[in-house]
Nanobody, 123 residues
Framework: QVQLAESGGGLVQAGGSLRLSCAAS????????MGWFRQSPGKDREFVVI????????SYADSVKGRFTISRDNAKNIVYLQMNSLKPEDTAVYFCAARNGGIVTRPGLYDYWGQGTQVTVSS
């Protein structure tokens, strides 16, 4: 069982930065693939970035490449999402997710989810 809790969301002006954190419980955190997803009103939940637990490899959505960076601290059981050069279209609830398997981008294939944290980017 893995429990996830996001933090770090807030209101920021376009061009600004935020860092989200996802604290995970569970002894097998280091082997889990961790992902950040986001959902805005009226839209489906979409993949943002994913990091493999076993290899550390990453996959980024085209919309965030070069602006967002995912990292994980396995000693602290935390996954971070550094978001730079934020745009109004990045406004969404951001969710942390985990799965015991390789990198996939479909939200339905993730086993565990946090409660989400709101990110609002003003123009």
């Amino acid at each position: 069982q893995v429990q996830l809790a996001e933090s770090g969301g807030g209101l920021v002006q376009a061009g600004g930065s935020l860092r989200l954190s996802c604290a995970a419980s569970g002894r097998t955190f280091t082997t889990y693939t961790m992902g950040w997803f986001r959902q805005s009103p009226g839209k489906d939940r979409e993949f943002v970035v994913i990091i493999s637990g076993r290899t550390g490899s990453t996959s980024y959505a085209d919309s965030v490449k070069g602006r967002f960076t995912i990292s994980r601290d396995n000693a602290k059981n935390i996954v971070y999402l550094q978001m730079n050069s934020l745009k109004p279209e990045d406004t969404a609830v951001y969710f942390c997710a985990a799965r015991n398997g390789g990198i996939v981008t479909r939200p339905g294939l993730y086993d565990y989810w946090g409660q989400g944290t709101q990110v609002t980017v003003s123009s």
